[in-house]
């Protein structure tokens, strides 16, 4: 059984890691993503607060550009 529930955490995680890519492609901030996972999914937002950090750790170069792009489109607007 212990194998059955590790499988399950491990699907619930990955889905939520596919969502919050999804909020990457929208540009939004963390916060934002947390908000609307929340709303719209159902998903706590210490579960997707805990996953966005973990995505910052292993994709550090990723998210400097991201987060670099998504200050200069800020203030263009």
Known sequence: MGDSSASSSASYIHMVQHL????L???MTKEECVEA????AD??????????NELEKENKEFF???YTQNSNSTQRK
């Open 37 to 40: 996972l929340s709303k719209h």
């Open 43 to 52: 998903i706590q937002p210490v579960i997707t607060s805990t996953v966005w």
């Open 25 to 27: 492609i929208f540009h």
């Open 64 to 66: 400097e550009v991201y």
């Open 20 to 23: 919050i890519e999804k909020c």
